[in-house]
């Protein structure tokens, strides 16, 4: 019998993955020495018509792991205060974070009908290192991302749209971009899966991926 639910959908249509878009603000660009200090996910979805969508987004302050550098020109870039008042009621440990953060993942990899999720990052491979770096760091066994694959939403909108900046990739598609909210990890989380989303579901509207012909089992022709 035919699968027509729409998370089975999900999982034919990443070979078994579930796409999670994930941002990382960090303190510098080493994944092994630098501190994350904020990092968020957002998970997707599909509807009966096989169109991607966002579904919720987990987002976190964190709290640097001892010893961490943080670059100053890296707080002058994301705008971060480390002794924000506010910063300084909600962070949480690295550990904690993560966490907190993998826990809804791995339900929705297990909802979806997946057996992993697969990163969905804009220059993925940054976000990826600092992922995995801070996983080992903190001895998460159950690491639910691929250790390596990912979709990269820079490359995509290059190909797809002409533009590689997040920001004008996003108008390009047609999503709203403000650059004062810029540079914090839900902000550009959110706007990363509605490119991401975008993208994808124009693809399938241009005939690139049928639903219908998946559920029939024609994939496997």
Not at 42 to 60: C, E, I, K, V, W
Not at 100 to 118: E, F, Y
Request: aromatic share 8%; proline share 4%; glycine share 8%.
């Amino acid at each position: 019998m035919t699968d027509a639910n729409p998370m089975g959908a999900m999982a034919r249509r990443f070979r078994g993955f579930l796409p999670v878009v994930v941002d990382l603000e960090t303190g510098g660009f080493n994944a092994k020495t630098d501190a994350i200090l904020e990092i968020a996910a957002t998970l997707l979805t599909m509807d009966d018509h096989g169109n991607l969508l966002p579904d919720s987004t987990h987002a976190f302050h964190v709290t640097p792991f001892d010893g961490a550098n943080i670059e100053q020109a890296a707080l002058d870039f994301t705008g971060i205060q480390l002794d924000s008042p506010f910063r300084k009621d909600i962070a949480v440990d690295e550990k904690t974070a993560l966490e907190s953060l993998l826990k809804p993942v791995r339900k929705a990899v297990k909802s979806h009908g997946c057996t992993r999720a697969i990163l969905v990052g804009h220059n993925a491979a940054f976000d990826h290192g600092f992922l995995n770096a801070a996983n080992e760091r903190q001895g998460i066994k159950r690491n639910p991302f691929h250790p390596f694959s990912s979709f990269d939403t820079a490359t995509l909108a290059g190909f797809v749209y002409g533009q590689t900046v997040l920001a004008r990739a996003c108008r390009a598609a047609g999503i709203p971009f403000d650059n004062q909210e810029a540079h914090s990890a839900r902000y550009d989380t959110e706007r990363t899966a509605d490119l991401f989303c975008a993208m994808v579901n124009r693809y399938k509207d241009l005939g690139g991926w049928n639903m219908t012909l998946q559920e029939q089992g024609m994939d496997d022709l």
